[in-house]
T-cell receptor, first 117, second 112 residues
Framework: DGGITQSPKYLFRKEGQNVTLSCEQNLNHDAMYWYRQDPGQGLRLIYY???????QKGDIAEGYSVSREKKESFPLTVTSAQKNPTAFYLCASSSGQGRPYSNQPQHFGDGTRLSIL | GESVGLHLPTLSVQEGDNSIINCAYS??????FIWYKQESGKGPQFIIDIRSNMDKRQGQRVTVLLNKTVKHLSLQIAATQPGDSAVYFCAEKGGGYQKVTFGTGTKLQVIP
């Protein structure tokens, strides 16, 4: 079945540590996104990528980094510079001829919950 | 600024009744709207979408209504079932290739 796979499901970060969240899709979508979800708030965009080797900052990119070396993969690194990393992180992808925001829905993975030790 | 919001944070519905979840938006240039369902501990699941050149769109047991005059979006679920219990949120895309903005969600509780 086609879909988006996020791993791990739960992740714990120690003080001063960088952690990487994995996102893989087999939907052949060009665009991929990372969102952060906090209780009582809508999804907030961290980074997005519309094509391999290209990515753009979203609204809350500080303390995060991404790479897009393969069409299928868009890993997110939460760096030690992110002082409040505890959240539910969601990866999404969409089709649209290389455009990040066409009239096509974004499809989401099942998230990674990151907590601080 | 632009915003996407919901009228009710929690909605309780008797099993078998119809549910209506509402969403207000403020960007009159938005041209594409999406409803998602999110179950606890899972990612959002696409339910149905609608473009701004439409007023109504139907899916399986769901209907989305768009009223551009008052900038209002609603999701109707027919014959609500216990499996419909989840958080539902709307999203809007600004005109052209503007980013998608997500609402905060309404929790739907189905009473058996």
């Amino acid at each position: 079945d086609g879909g988006i796979t996020q791993s791990p499901k739960y992740l714990f970060r120690k003080e001063g540590q960088n952690v990487t969240l994995s996102c893989e899709q087999n939907l052949n979508h060009d665009a991929m996104y990372w969102y952060r979800q906090d209780p009582g708030q809508g999804l907030r965009l961290i980074y997005y990528s519309q094509i391999v080797n290209d990515f753009q900052k979203g609204d809350i990119a500080e303390g995060y980094s991404v790479s897009r070396e393969k069409k299928e993969s868009f890993p997110l690194t939460v760096t030690s510079a992110q002082k409040n990393p505890t959240a539910f992180y969601l990866c999404a992808s969409s089709s649209g001829q290389g455009r990040p925001y066409s009239n096509q829905p974004q499809h989401f993975g099942d998230g990674t919950r990151l907590s601080i030790l | 600024g632009e915003s996407v919001g919901l009228h009710l944070p929690t909605l309780s519905v008797q099993e078998g009744d119809n549910s209506i979840i509402n969403c207000a938006y403020s960007n009159s240039a938005s041209d594409y709207f999406i409803w998602y369902k999110q179950e606890s501990g899972k990612g959002p699941q696409f339910i149905i979408d609608i473009r701004s050149n439409m007023d109504k769109r139907q899916g399986q047991r769901v209907t989305v209504l768009l009223n551009k005059t008052v900038k209002h979006l609603s999701l109707q679920i027919a014959a609500t079932q216990p499996g419909d219990s989840a958080v539902y949120f709307c999203a809007e895309k600004g005109g052209g290739y503007q980013k998608v903005t997500f609402g905060t969600g309404t929790k739907l509780q189905v009473i058996p």
